[in-house]
């Protein structure tokens, strides 16, 4: 079945560094398109990043220029460096996936908790 496992979520100081991975299993991941979510306590679910299957990228205007979103084909792992952080990227990032760019992401993960304390 599809599954979507992230981890590196913990905490840090503003100003610094993480790097998000997600584990993919059950599908042909090469195949499809990759996004990183963000929800934070009180506020809807946002699009953070997204890979699509050829390579190209794009992101929410809040983290432009400051987080990467890259993706390893072979090893099925889609990842999210975020530097220069700050409180309002604490939230809990989920990675989803979609099959064409016309339709919804889905298949959730658990989501790993981001907590960036000023």
């Known amino acids: 079945q599809v599954q979507l496992v992230e981890s590196g979520g913990r905490l840090v100081q503003a100003g610094g560094s993480l790097r998000l991975s997600c584990a993919a299993s059950?599908?042909?991941?090469?195949?499809?398109?990759m996004g990183w979510f963000r929800q934070a306590p009180g506020k809807e679910r946002e699009l953070v990043a997204a890979i699509n299957r050829d390579g190209s990228t794009n992101y929410a205007d809040s983290v432009k220029g400051r987080f990467i979103i890259s993706r390893d084909n072979a090893k099925n792992m889609v990842y999210l460096q975020m530097n220069s952080l700050k409180s309002e990227d604490t939230a809990v990032y989920y990675c989803?996936?979609?099959?064409?760019?016309?339709?919804?992401?889905?298949?959730w993960g658990q989501g790993t908790q981001v907590t960036v304390s000023s």
């Open positions: 059950g599908f042909t991941f090469r195949s499809y398109d």
């Open positions: 989803a996936r979609r099959v064409i760019r016309a339709a919804p992401f889905n298949s």
